[in-house]
């Protein structure tokens, strides 16, 4: 089973990029880059089988997946993983670009529809998390199936966009309306995943 979180976002702006202030030089990039870690690591551990795909509207599209990395270099702190990827996003001089644990990242100018049809195609079940959708616990998942799932950015506006709305993919929330962190979203979704397979409700959000 191999399970893909897609994030879009159109506010990421590095032009004053500052390390020091991830937040308000970068347009949320933190936002993004906690989505990235809470996809791709398990206990400070690459995940395999997951893929975490960010369509940043004024850079492109970045595509992370387990086997692209070194664990041994990986960068699993976030002012740390932000930095590389900030270096990445800029398009490196040769020099330092040997030294960035995240080079391999895959950079596409691929759009999130196609890319959403490019899945589909391929038989992966997709859903939009969003906080008014239908109780995700009542998903039931088959190991055999592949997954994508659509989460908003700090705003979450995307989502409730006609376009995504056109193309029928049915939202889910995690059982309550209330707004989490995108990042704490993707780690309770994981946990959700793995308990469906191992019958263990231990999640119980109340
Ligand atoms: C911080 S929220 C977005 C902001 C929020 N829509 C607001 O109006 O304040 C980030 C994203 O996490 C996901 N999310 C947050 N809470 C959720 C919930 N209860 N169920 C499903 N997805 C949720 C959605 O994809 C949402 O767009």
Not at 89 to 116: M, Y
């Amino acid at each position: 089973m191999k399970t893909v979180f897609f994030i879009k976002s159109e506010t990421i702006n590095l032009s004053n990029y500052i390390l020091k202030d991830p937040t308000g030089s970068t347009g949320r990039l933190d936002v993004i880059t906690r989505c990235a870690l809470a996809a791709l690591l398990n206990n400070f551990e690459l995940e395999q089988n997951v893929e975490f795909w960010a369509f940043l509207d004024n850079y492109g599209t970045y595509i992370f997946k387990y086997e692209l990395f070194q664990q041994v270099i990986f960068p699993i702190s976030e002012l740390r993983f932000m930095d590389y990827f900030v270096k990445v996003i800029q398009g490196l001089d040769e020099g330092s670009k040997k030294k960035n644990p995240l080079n391999r990242v895959i950079i596409t100018d691929i759009d999130i529809f196609d890319a959403i049809e490019k899945l589909r195609k391929k038989g992966f079940q997709a859903y939009i998390l969003h906080e008014k959708g239908t109780e995700f616990s009542q998903e039931k998942f088959e190991k055999d199936k592949n997954y994508l799932f659509i989460i908003g950015n700090q705003l979450g506006n995307f989502l409730d966009s006609k376009e995504l709305k056109d193309t029928g993919i049915s939202c889910v929330s995690l059982g309550t309306s209330q707004s989490y962190l995108a990042s704490s979203v993707i780690k309770l979704i994981k946990l959700q995943i793995i308990d469906s397979f191992t019958n263990i409700k231990n999640l119980k959000l109340t």
